[in-house]
């Protein structure tokens, strides 16, 4: 069973940069697809960005594939959510989540499909 713990998140001003961390433990970063997910208040939860559990390939939603980056330190066991250039909009809690040996990338969108899923980190983009 794998455990997901995301930090990094803060206030920070629209144009700033955040790294987010997502640390597993129980598996290793290498047999999972890892994505992550927002949800700000109100709204449903949004995929914002994945790597495959071969690390071989990425996606990013639309609203962010310029500003993020999605990497891996397979020897620390870590998945990072680079985003710069923030925007009030970015606001939301994000969150990591996992499914092992995933290929399906036409899925990696989908909330449903990860099994584990950790308990959040807040982003707040605010002058």
Not at 52 to 71: F, L, M, P
Not at 100 to 122: E, H
Request: aromatic share 12%; hydrophobic share 40%.
């Amino acid at each position: 069973q794998v455990q997901l713990v995301e930090s990094g998140g803060g206030l920070v001003q629209p144009g700033g940069s955040l790294r987010l961390s997502c640390a597993a433990s129980g598996g290793s970063v290498n047999s999972y697809t890892v994505g992550w997910f927002r949800q700000a208040p109100g709204k449903e939860r949004e995929f914002v960005a994945a790597i495959a559990w071969s690390g071989g390939s990425t996606d990013y939603v639309d609203s962010v594939k310029e500003r993020a980056t999605i990497s891996r330190d397979v020897a620390k066991n870590m998945v990072y959510l680079q985003l710069n250039s923030l925007k009030p909009e970015d606001t939301a809690v994000y969150f990591c989540a996992a499914k092992a040996r995933f290929d399906s990338a036409w899925l990696f969108r989908a909330p449903a499909v990860y099994t584990y899923w950790g308990q959040g980190t807040q982003v707040t983009v605010s002058s």
